[in-house]
């Protein structure tokens, strides 16, 4: 009865309004200033610099039956930001979107200051929504990043030039770039899944660990269901069989079939994933 009263006598109190609890520019001050979102962002700044090297050190790559994006690495600036996203695709951008997304609740947890900002008052909801929409926004940055930079160490090794492609073919450096942006986004939208996953995971553990191993175990195991051919046309529903459909914003002539199923199918199972989240959060009985 106590309980009620005092939430009650919170929600009249004098100067409180639920909009003006947890600004999304506090909490990403909070969340910016965290050792890993430092780490993080400390080591996709320097992938590209360790890429570079290795090809330096190693020579140009040689051409294999099927050239890939890693062979073109060294065309040119562009063709080395498409090689960086090439290599982040799949599990180096999945890891700083399931930490952003699958640590922010959980951590809470852990450090039994979740209940403090629920008592604040911070409305479950709100709580949830500014912690996903922060995550995001961190995944985001995380996904321009690679290529971004990837973009800049390249010209500056390689030269501004042509887009190379595997098949044979190039697109100047003026319509490559809004192409490379295309696939940038593309990316991300298709990592929302796994943003969605970790943050239901965030959401029901009070182990930050779990919430992002669960969600980067996840991702690899579609990755190895995706190679059982034998499922057939079962592994359209899978989000790893979509993932590297930004390649297809790479052609001579644009294509746009399968990124349109891969952002549908992503968001299709992360609105699931978000609706299980907020549901699960606003009964949960929260003692850390």
Known sequence: MSSVTSATSADHAQGYRVG?????????????????????????????????????????????????????????GPNFAATMLFMGTGFILVIPVALFCGDTVASEASWSSLRYLLAAPVPRARLLARKFAVGLAFSA????????????VGTAAYGWGDLKLPAGMSLSAGEALPRLAIAVVFVFLSEIVIAALAFWLSTVTDAPLGAVGGAVFASILTGVLEA??????????LPAHWQYSWADALQPQLEWGGMLQGVSLSLSYAVVLLALAFRGFARKDVVS
């Open 20 to 76: 003006r609890t947890l600004p999304l520019r506090v909490e990403a001050m909070r969340q910016l200033r965290r050792r890993r979102t430092l780490v993080i962002g400390a080591v996709l700044a320097t992938m590209p610099l360790i890429i570079l090297a290795a090809f330096q050190i190693g020579g140009t790559p040689s051409r294999q039956n099927r050239t890939t994006f890693i062979e073109l690495a060294t065309a040119s």
């Open 141 to 152: 940055v995380a996904v321009i990043m690679l290529p971004a930079i990837g973009l800049v």
């Open 228 to 237: 059982v051919t034998a499922l057939g046309d079962l592994r359209e529903w």
